[in-house]
Every structure is written in C-alpha cells, then in structure tokens.
C-alpha cells in the first residue's frame, strides 16, 4: 500500500507499451462498487472476491501488467497462479508508504500507522519470496522503461533476479544469476561494443554478440589511465560506434571505470552495460555510475557520473577468480554488510569460507544496498558518503606503499579496523580483525622499513584525500552495524593512534 503500484500502472497505460490493469478497478467493475464500500460491509468477503478477480486476471494475462492491492500475494491460490508469471515487488520504506496513504480513506489506513507498520513488517517476506523483480522507489515511468528487461526475464536462466536502480538521472536493471554468460540468454537488442581486459576476455567474451572484436586491455590497475583512454577512444571511433549502440564493460572494476568513463565522454555519452566478472565489481564498483581513470598524481582523480544502462552479473563469472581477488571483493561485501545491519549484516559475519556458487544473495543483497544509497544521493553531496567507510585509511595505505605492497581489499580492510577504532566500536574492531584473520586478509601493517615513516606517510595521504572540504578530512564512523555516521572530523592524534595501533 502506497508503493506506487497504481501510478506505475497508469504510468504503463499512458505509454501504450503495454496493456496494463489495476485489480481494484477490475473488482470495482465486475462488482459495481467500491472497493471500500466492499471491504466495510465484510472483510472476509471482500477478500473472497479479490481473489477471484486476481486468478481471472492472472488466468487471462499474457505480457499485460496488473497491479495488485497489497494483501492479494497473501493468498495461497494467488501465490500458486503467480508462478506462471513474473512478480515485480515495488519496495517502499515504511514512513514514505505511510505519509502517501495517511491522508487517504482505505481501511487499513484508519487503523492507524503502527497497525500500517506491523502489517508492512508482516508482508513483506512474502513480496520478498514471491519477487523475481524489486523495483526501489523511483519515477513511477521507470517501469516503462524496464518492461523489455521485465520480459526478457521471462525466458532467463532459473533463479536470475533483477533490481530496478533508481536515482536522480534515471532508472537502470540490475540482473544478478547464474549460468548467464554461458547462455544464449542476452536481454540487449542492438549492437555491442567490448572492452574487457586479457582475463575476462580469455574467460568470458566468446559467447556474446559483438559487432567486432573485444577492446582488450592489459589486467590490472596501471591500464586505468588516460594513454588507454585515448585508445579506446579512438578504437570507438575506428568502428563506428553511434549513440544508439551499446558499450559492454566486461571484467573488474578496472574495466568498468575506464569503459563508463570512455562512454560518457565519447560523442558526449553513449549508453554503457557493465559486465561485472570481479566480487568488487559486482558487489560494488558495477553500480551507481561512478567512473575513474587515476592520475599520476592520484587514483581516480578523473571521472565522470555516468549511468549503467545495465548492469549484468553473472556470479559464476567468480568461480575463475583467483582467490586473493575474491578475498578483495570480500572486504566490500564485509563493508557493506557493517553499513547495511540487520541480515546482510547476519549473514556475512557468518560466511566461513567465500564460495563463488553461494554468493548470489550477497551480491543481490550488496547492489541492493549500494543503489538505495546512491538513489538518496547520486551525486555523493551528502548519504552516499558512507560508501566510503574503511577507504579513507585504507587508500591512504594504499597511496603510501604506492599502490605496490596491498591490494585494495587488503588496504581497506586495515582501513575498517582504523575507522572501527575512530568509532570507538572495540568489540565489533574486534570481530571484523577475527573475521579479516579468517578469511586470510592482513590486520597488521608490516613496514619494510621505518615504522614511523610509514605511519607520517599514510597520515600525510590522510589529509590528501579527495573527499576533504576546507573544515578537514571527514570520517565515516559506526558504532554499531546498520548506524554509519558521514562526514565526521576527528582529533588527529587519534587518528595517528588507529593507524598506528596497525603496526605489529
Ligand atoms: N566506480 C566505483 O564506484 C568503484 C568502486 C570500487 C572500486 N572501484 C575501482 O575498481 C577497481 C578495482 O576493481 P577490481 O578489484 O575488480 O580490479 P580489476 O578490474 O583489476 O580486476 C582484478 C583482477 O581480476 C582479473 N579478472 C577479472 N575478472 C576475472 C575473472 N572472472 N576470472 C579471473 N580473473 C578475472 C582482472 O584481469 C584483474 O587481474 C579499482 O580501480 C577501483 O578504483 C570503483
């Protein structure tokens, strides 16, 4: 109630892409009256009557859009004939639901909201198992452009999901599954353009439809710079690639950066689907639009917002992954579970060992996460801050060992112990050391050198960090997981103890 399901249905009927239906109205029309009329009179009957309009509607529905009322999908026999089609699960916050429908006169309304917030509690679990779609609150036109994506769903391989990514520029889906590399199964229409590095080329590039042959780059960061940008460039131009093709970013988060960024600046932007092969990108890097090519003077100090038109996961894509590398995406996932709490944070804290085969939750649940952040602040002014818990220190360790002793991952994992100490969250700085130890990943510092040096160099990057204002470096902080604090300054001595306390 209050998600927005009638206005997306409206928003359908307008746009003439499809037939689209409100079950009210249809309940409303074969019985002559008012549904609040009905549901006054008796509950129970009324509940009698909608299913019955609802197993007519799914009997007869073959592409058509129907939405229902919120207690529907509650029903066994609804639940059954829903099987046979795909369930679009638009997911509303409680608070925003309640302030659409507060002043309305639907029944469940009268009852007040912490009858409204225990009943959206109670559902949405349901919405949640029966959902092989969930749209965050966007434009209610969104779903219009997403229909091609809802449909090609229809003949995916099992278990592929899709999110629908909203934020300030627009909407894009997000398809996370299994086996969808390997099939014949590519929802795009239209012609693709590759840029991959020599790694997701080997592994993955052969099966999808290309216009010509990959871009490839070399593996690793030192391809994200302007020379290979330049290349790229000029290879989109040798080919003839217009705005109406499609740029296909297939590998890590090297890959992505550098092919968001050559597509928003190529004939001032031409759409990009990121084909995320790596954990980091597909938990992370893959969404939001973020992209980067790093500098001589510093990483990703060039860039750009640019928008997926998609985003394509394939987990098993991580089954070729080596394990240093899925150790890095792990730190991402461990960041994300800290800011997310509740069971995100549940069931990561609990992940003995990572096993590509049994992320898919994970990586759903990681962009899940991700988009609702980046959908309260695309343009990182403010909320999406957070998404940098750990990366303070952690790149500044980076920066300081320059970019040559730590891989990422490692870097920012040693990052969340500082930032978990800034907090002053001892027992879960305690935890998060156990859970780093356990999956192989460093909680010390060893300095090959000086100590001190070391320390003077990853608190000189410190204050170097790209994200500083005039008012000093401000810091992500959380006491306790699922409550992330943006844009907190620190004394920086103490900052020199957390760094510090790093060193064996
Ligand atoms: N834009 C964002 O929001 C964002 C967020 C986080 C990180 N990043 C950027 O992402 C980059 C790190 O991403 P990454 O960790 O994916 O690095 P990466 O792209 O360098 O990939 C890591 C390694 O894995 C290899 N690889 C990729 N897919 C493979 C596969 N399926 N099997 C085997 N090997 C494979 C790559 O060739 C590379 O050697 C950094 O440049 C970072 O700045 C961007």
Known sequence: ?????????????????????????AIEAREQKRVLDLFHADEARFREIEREVALE??????????????????????????ADHTVAYLQVKPAKAWERVSRSDRPLVQRGEENFNNLHADRAATYEGLAQVIMSPGKPDAIVGALPWIRALRERPPGTRMLLASSASGSYPIIVGRGILESDWWPIEGRSFYVCD????????????????????????????????TKILEEF????????????????????????????I????????????????????????????????????????????????????LTTLPDDQLAAGFVEVLKTGLLAGDELWERVRTIDKIVP???????????????????????????RHI???????GHAIEAATEYARYGHGEAVGLGLLAALR???????RAEIREILVRHGLPVELDPPGDPAELVDAILLAVGRDKKRTLDGVGFVLLSEPGKPRERELVDPAMVRGAVEELLP
Do not use: W
């Open 1 to 25: 109630m209050g998600a927005g399901k009638s206005s997306a249905v409206r928003a359908v009927q307008r746009s003439g892409a499809a037939e689209a239906r409100d079950l009210d109205a």
């Open 57 to 82: 509607l799914l009997e007869k529905a073959d592409g058509e859009v129907v939405a229902f009322g919120g207690g529907t999908p509650m029903d066994h026999d609804v639940q059954v004939a829903l």
């Open 198 to 229: 020599q790694n997701s080329q080997r592994h993955y590039s052969d099966p999808l439809r290309q216009v010509a042959g990959p871009i490839v780059l070399e593996p690793g960061e030192e391809s994200k710079n302007m020379v290979q940008v």
């Open 237 to 264: 131009a040798e080919r003839e690639l217009a705005r109406h093709d499609y740029v296909v970013a297939l590998g890590g988060g090297v890959v992505g950066d550098m092919t968001g960024f050559c597509a928003h």
């Open 266 to 317: 190529y004939q001032r932007g031409v759409p990009v689907v990121q084909v995320p092969t790596t954990l980091v990108a597909q938990v992370d890097s893959a969404y939001g639009g973020k992209t980067g090519v790093d500098l001589p003077q510093g990483k990703n100090y060039a860039g750009a917002y640019h928008l997926p038109a998609a985003v394509i996961a394939d987990v098993d894509a």
């Open 357 to 383: 085969a049994e992320l898919d939750d994970v990586v759903f649940e990681c962009a899940r996460f991700k988009c609702g952040v980046v959908g309260e602040d695309e343009q990182d002014t403010g909320r």
């Open 387 to 393: 998404l940098n818990f750990g990366h303070t220190v």
């Open 422 to 428: 800034l907090s002053e969250a001892d027992r879960l």
